[in-house]
């Protein structure tokens, strides 16, 4: 299996720069975005909407999204059970051409994706680039995965044929957050379906106009509508439904912790009509820390601290939430990354010198400037320049007492905890007194120290000398363990495995003499 990642344009080029800019200004004129339901190939506007607001201009209306009701599910089920095995038969060969094809018809439209998503989420160009080829990787990698590696074993012996094969586990439920609105949502829809799988993808209310024009690629390029409806709504009404869903084998879920969690309890229950065991695949927040040592390259420390703890706006699930620095080195890292901080340029990400943009809504940013009152005593170092309107909080940095809920709790804002520790070693038992276990950073020059983070760490994800976010597809396949999540490690070799079962067939191939239709 030959698998490439997608190159990443580099925006110190003036060229890229302008034809970005051009297609994120033309965008303007088609805000708001109208997000329809697609229930097979019908598609429908509804007058009952959810009504997103741009983060930077908040008069704005950014998106206008219709809300899929019961009977739209209801009616989604109906067709996928009616199409479902069209689409189960089809070979493997196919699918996984099909979604090559998913990948080119993304790239062929990869500017005008980026301007929906940034227009919904306020994101960093750079960052928006990142996220995107990620989700072209994750088509290319799984269709590549599912024809190569997913393949039927036989073994046949003197009398016995034997086969051990892999089938879709049947409709599938994605539920996904608005975070990674280009990649979650791609790469959770196109591993069950690029296994056969049908899928009712529900994208987080506040990123539907990205994931709708995700989808349209998926169409597009050739998956039938049948089998991949989209289904936007409230979480708390479609999402539930979906999940309680007596015909839903999978829940494909990534989000908060809270919302996972409720989901588990619900979709244990056996619902009326019920016939499989549902199953939850379920990639929730994180905690993340990095630990600075002694002897720690300074330089690659605050580079590091600065993109893992800001980036997006601390708005990942991997970005850096709790910082233990050396006593050797405290002083001296904390003094450059309070200086570094305030350099930051926070203002609209249509201007692309500008490193931090705003959070995503006023529920988020009113959330933020609360924590940021009540920890106000703890605070060492803020990001001074900030615009008037607009949902910004500064990038800020804590001092709070160890254990206090700025080292328990998922933020999810620029804000970031500091503490001094005496050894490597107890750095490690800060790092991993947590619920989460997602991503976590070392910044070493001892190769002793990089071993024991390497046995030591409870993280999915380690990373030793640089930041803690941005997974590659395929040479980091991300997702964490303890409260973090299931571990399904999106871009991964396990992953496709979620959205099979394997099936074993044995024959006895010593006849007892002929059947009469043979003789015939
Ligand atoms: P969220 O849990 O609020 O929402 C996620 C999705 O779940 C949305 O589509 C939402 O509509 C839906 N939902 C909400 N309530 C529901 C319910 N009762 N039943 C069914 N669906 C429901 O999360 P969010 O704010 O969109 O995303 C941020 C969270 O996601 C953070 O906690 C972050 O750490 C986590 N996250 C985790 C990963 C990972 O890979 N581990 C990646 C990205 C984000």
Request: proline share 5%.
């Amino acid at each position: 299996m030959e698998f490439k990642n997608e190159t990443i344009r580099d925006f110190s080029m003036d060229t890229e720069r302008n034809t970005l800019r051009s297609v994120l200004n033309s965008i303007k004129k088609s805000i708001p975005f109208e997000v329809p339901i697609s229930v097979g190939d019908t598609e429908k506007f509804s007058t009952n909407r959810f009504v997103h607001k741009n983060p930077w201009s908040p008069d704005l209306v950014v998106s206008r999204v219709s809300l899929t009701t019961a009977n739209d599910l209801e009616e989604a089920i109906q067709i996928s059970k009616k199409y479902g095995n069209q689409w189960k038969h089809r070979s493997q060969e196919d699918r996984s051409h099909l979604f090559i094809k998913v990948a080119e018809k993304l790239v062929s439209k990869k500017d005008f994706i980026i301007s929906v998503c940034i227009w919904e989420t306020g994101k960093h160009i750079t960052e928006a680039e990142i996220e995107f080829a990620e989700a072209v990787d994750f088509c290319r990698y799984y269709a590549d995965f599912a024809r190569d590696q997913l393949l039927p074993n036989s073994i046949n012996l003197l009398g016995e044929d034997n086969l051990y094969y892999y089938q879709p586990k049947g409709i599938i439920g994605c539920i996904s957050p608005w975070n990674f609105p280009m990649a979650i949502f791609t790469g959770m829809c196109a591993g069950p379906l690029v296994t056969g799988n049908i899928v009712l993808a529900k994208p987080a209310e506040e990123t539907s106009a990205t994931a709708y024009e995700i989808t349209k690629c998926f169409w597009e390029a050739g998956v039938p509508k049948e089998v991949f409806h989209f289904l936007p709504g409230f979480g708390s009404e479609i999402g539930e439904a979906i999940v309680t869903h007596p015909e839903v084998s999978v829940i494909n879920f990534t989000g908060s912790r809270d919302v996972g969690l409720s989901i588990l309890k619900k979709a244990s229950i056996v619902s009326p009509g019920q016939r499989m065991i549902k199953k939850l695949v379920c990639e929730l927040g994180g905690k993340n820390a990095m630990i600075v040592d002694a002897d720690a390259d300074i330089d690659v420390a605050i580079q590091a601290i600065l993109s893992s703890a800001f980036g997006f706006q601390g708005q990942k699930c991997s970005a850096l939430s709790r910082l233990f620095v050396h006593n050797d080195c405290y002083d001296k890292l904390k003094e450059r990354l309070i200086a570094a901080m305030d350099g930051l340029l926070i203002g609209s990400p249509l201007d692309f010198e500008n490193r931090i943009g705003p959070v995503i809504h006023e529920e988020s940013f009113l959330r933020l400037l609360k924590l940021q009152k009540e920890n106000e005593s703890f605070l060492i170092g803020k990001t001074t320049l900030v615009p008037n309107t607009g949902f910004y909080i500064p990038p800020s940095l804590y001092e709070p007492p160890i254990f206090s809920s700025m080292w328990t709790s998922e933020i999810f804002g620029p804000l970031l905890s500091m503490q001094k520790i005496s050894s490597f070693a107890e750095g490690i038992q800060y790092a991993n007194d947590s619920d989460y276990a997602l991503t976590c950073g070392v910044i070493s020059r001892n190769p002793k120290h990089i071993l024991q983070a390497k046995l030591e760490i409870e993280a999915g994800n380690l990373y030793i000398n640089r930041g803690i976010t941005g997974a590659v597809v395929n040479r980091q396949p991300f997702g964490g363990g303890k409260l973090s999540g299931t571990g399904a490690k999106a871009g991964g070799p396990d992953y496709l495995h979620l959205f099979v079962e394997g099936k074993t067939y044995t024959e006895n191939t010593m006849r007892q003499g002929f059947s009469r239709d043979t003789l015939q």
